[in-house]
């Protein structure tokens, strides 16, 4: 079973900062990691898909990188509705598994 | 306007069943691989099951097999899970999610399924 390791657990930052997301893998994934956005009460939000492409109608302050066994989700200047919790998730090809990490929290500073 | 909406969920005694369901519309939804991941409460989420286009295959998390089933009809642009055998741990959102390049694109609001005596 491939894990996911998130880094840091919590974030507390200040809008406007840029902010950057780890996520580790246990053995590659190649390109096949996305991010996901929750808010309380709401259900998550894709980002980005296959490490770096954003979702239909993300932000271009959004970016992610990586392929491999690292990767990273980018805020370039945080705005007040980026406070959420964010997770990656890796896609095993054959048979299909999926695994999320533990989640990155943002708080505001 | 894409909808996804979740609804079965509910309180069952350990051991009991239930089965969710998921409506969609204003989604594409017979082309594409479809799942559920779950979110136990204040937890991260956990894939749960997938099945693909035609329903021939289907995958599972190795804590469900043999207790849940994932089904779905595409003359209806539906989802379900039938949940069988429920544990405490089962305990959860269970959300309907659509799978496009090895993410989920689309995700329904979730519905509640608590375990408990």
């Known amino acids: 079973e491939i894990v996911m390791t998130q880094s840091p657990a919590t974030l507390s930052v200040s809008p406007g900062e840029r902010v950057t997301l780890s996520c580790r893998a246990s053995?590659?994934?190649?390109?096949?990691l996305a991010w996901y956005q929750q808010k309380p009460g709401q259900a998550p939000r894709l980002l980005i898909s296959?490490?770096?492409t954003r979702a239909t109608g993300i932000p271009a302050r959004f970016s992610g990188s990586g392929s491999g066994t690292e990767f990273t989700l980018t805020i370039s200047s945080l705005q007040s509705e980026d406070f959420a919790v964010y997770y990656c998730?890796?896609?095993?090809?054959?048979?299909?598994?999926?695994?999320f990490g533990q989640g990155t929290k943002l708080d505001i500073k | 306007e894409a909808q996804m909406v979740e609804s079965g969920g509910g309180l069952v005694q350990p051991g009991g069943s239930l089965r969710l369901s998921c409506a969609t519309s204003?989604?594409?939804?017979?082309?594409?691989?479809m799942a559920w991941v779950r979110q136990a409460p204040g937890k991260g989420l956990e894939w749960v099951a997938t099945?693909?286009?035609?329903?021939?295959?289907?995958f599972y998390v190795e804590s469900v097999k043999g207790r849940f089933t994932i089904s779905r009809d595409n003359a209806r642009n539906s989802l379900y899970l039938q949940v069988d055998s429920l544990r405490v741990e089962d305990t959860a959102v269970y959300y309907c999610?659509?799978?496009?390049?090895?993410?989920?694109?689309?995700w329904g609001q979730g519905t509640l399924v608590i375990v408990s005596s």
């Open positions: 999610v659509r799978e496009a390049h090895a993410s989920f694109d689309y």
């Open positions: 204003g989604v594409s939804f017979s082309s594409y691989w």
């Open positions: 099945m693909d286009i035609d329903g021939r295959d289907k």
């Open positions: 053995q590659s994934v190649g390109s096949n």
């Open positions: 296959g490490a770096s």
């Open positions: 998730q890796q896609y095993k090809d054959w048979p299909p598994m999926y695994t």
